[in-house]
């Protein structure tokens, strides 16, 4: 009987443990959840599912081992900083690992270990990262085998509020960890753009927001993620011109978002000494940068309230993310949207192509959300086939080889997450 063993269950966990509870039940699989705080959505998902929650702070060694040493593989959704005790623990014991996380350097100096230990660590594994490096790896190995050169690449990925519920001036609510929002961009940016490196800090990130148009959807804006450059070689487009990997919103939030971090509203080192004064106090350095057509965008978000700020917070980014969890919390009826868009210009022997590719996938509700099912559902496929031997690779891993990306991307499909490409001569 094999064993599966995930750790974290915050709101992005519903649809994986859905899934796991399902194909467990099914298998005669032993399925298990640990966290220390569990989201109280999920804990009624849990129950549901008959799957009691382990209360277990990831820091106790004996009893996170405990867990770890009787399982077939194991399962990280816990924050980015603590998968690093969860993989030393899977590298010592011999056990396989999955995250939805960035691969960080701690994780690189692993691989060689993986390899001779026979074991897999499969990183970057959710949506974006995740589903962005599948259907573009898959787009992009296509292309070649047709004699394709690729001259410009590019990625867009956002977690929207769906268009039937976007009632708020910022055309977002929050649908995944509300820290990330805050300090999104804040690693600042580097791509390529028409054979030139562009370099951003974290204060132009937002200044560099450009239009594009979704299929069905409309206008958007995008910022650059981190680091695109990483990526060329793993592609395998080294020649493309451009290379870009982003982030998607709506115009006016890019536009207004760059003044809350121009005043450093989203600094998470900037200490709030007085805890007496009132947010319209602390929002004062937003001020030079409020005009008439957006005074209404910050006061939307409690900016220039008169009330006290609440005596737990620290920090400007902790003050910030209380704001953002009050005004743009998602709302019981409110389905949020995923959406991804990979644009291509393509170079053959005689003609180029412009191929698009887009991804539209809405939320049932605030608790069954588009964002949990994109996240959670490929790091389930993935481990039920590592479990049946479908998936035999050891060492660290991404999902960009044809062995990963195509059984997840053809179960995906079963569940709705199916990609629409033109192509545009």
Known sequence: MHKIVLFGAGKSSGSLINYLAKESRALSWSFKVADAHPAASTIEILIKNEIPIIKLDVQDAQARTELIK??????????????????????????????????????????????????????????????????????????????????????????????????????????????????????????????????????????????????????????????????????????????????????????????????????????????????SEWSEPILPFVKEDNRQMFSFLGFFDDSPIPGTVNTNADLLQYLLESRLAMQPHDKDMIVMLHELDIEKETTTEFVRSSLLVTGEDSVKTAMAKTVGLPIGIAAKLILEKKIRLTGLHIPIIPEIYEPVLDELTKHGIRFHEEIIH
């Not at 990925?157 to 300090?183: C, F, M, Q």
């Open 70 to 279: 009787d399982a077939d593989i194991i399962i990280s959704l816990l924050p980015p900083g603590l998968h690093q005790i969860i993989a030393q623990d899977c590298l010592e014991m011999g056990k396989n690992l999955l995250t939805a996380s960035y691969v960080d350097e701690p994780l690189r100096k692993m691989d060689g270990a993986l390899k001779s230990k026979g074991i897999l660590f499969l990183c970057e594994m959710g949506l974006d990262p995740g589903i962005d490096h599948m259907s573009a790896m898959q787009l992009i190995d296509r292309i070649k085998k047709e004699g394709g050169r690729i001259s410009e690449f590019k990625s867009h990925t956002g977690g929207l509020v769906a268009p039937e519920n976007d009632n708020n001036p910022w055309h977002y609510k929050i649908s995944w960890n509300p820290r990330n929002v805050v300090r999104a961009g804040a690693a600042g940016a580097v791509f390529k753009q028409s054979n030139v490196i562009r370099k951003l800090s974290y204060k132009e990130v937002f200044d560099n927001c450009v239009g594009v148009n979704v299929p069905g959807l409309g206008n958007l804006a995008y910022y650059p993620n981190r680091d695109s450059l990483s990526y060329m070689k793993l592609y395998g487009v080294e020649e493309a011109k451009t290379f870009l990997r982003s982030t998607l919103r709506y115009p006016v939030f890019c536009k207004n978002w760059k003044w809350i971090v121009a005043a450093g509203l989203t600094d998470d080192q900037k200490i709030i000494k007085d805890k007496k004064i009132r947010f």
